[in-house]
């Protein structure tokens, strides 16, 4: 029996006989357990397969945020470098380095 088939007969069932809690509990698993696979498939994450493609997109996705946050860090540390290395010319000309050189 299929899942189509038992939500048929669950509507069926609720139809003739009022529909008690159980049986609409019933329906609305059935109709969400059919919903969900209607939508894998319409996304092609329906076949066994599909696991593994989930699996190697989150590999990929974290690959990218390491990534990014590392080149992140990299610009950052670049800035704060160059921002001390002008601090420390500033000084030496404040203080006169140039001239003991020259």
């Not at 899942?3 to 059935?30: F, H, S």
Request: cysteine-free.
């Amino acid at each position: 029996m299929t899942r189509e088939d038992l939500l048929t007969r669950l509507m069926t069932q609720a139809a003739g006989e009022g529909g008690d809690l159980v049986t609409l509990r019933a329906i609305v698993e059935e109709a969400s357990e059919l919903g969900a696979r209607r939508v894998l498939e319409r996304l092609s994450l329906g076949d066994r397969s599909a696991q593994n493609d989930i699996d190697e997109l989150r590999e990929l996705l974290r690959a990218w945020r390491d990534a990014k946050a590392s080149a992140w860090k990299a610009v950052v540390e670049w800035w704060v470098r160059g921002a001390l290395a002008l601090l420390l010319i500033g000084i030496a000309v404040r203080l006169g380095f140039s001239e003991m050189i020259g």
